[in-house]
């Protein structure tokens, strides 16, 4: 059917690796949005606790 079905084959592989690499850059920047957030919670906790006299 398909003469070049080797390097259908490698094609296919090659774009599995590529979506796996892009699935893993997006769980690195969402893993790095989420520690950003969570020092703006920190932060903001430390900002609403001096106004209300905590600290």
Do not use: C, W
Not at 5 to 33: H, M, W
């Amino acid at each position: 059917m398909l003469a070049n079905t080797p390097n259908l084959d490698q094609r296919v592989i090659g774009l599995l690796s590529a979506t796996k690499a892009f699935q893993e850059a997006d769980r690195k920047t969402v893993k790095e949005y989420v520690g950003i957030l969570e020092e703006v919670r920190d932060h903001l906790s430390a900002v609403i606790d001096r106004a209300e006299g905590k600290r």
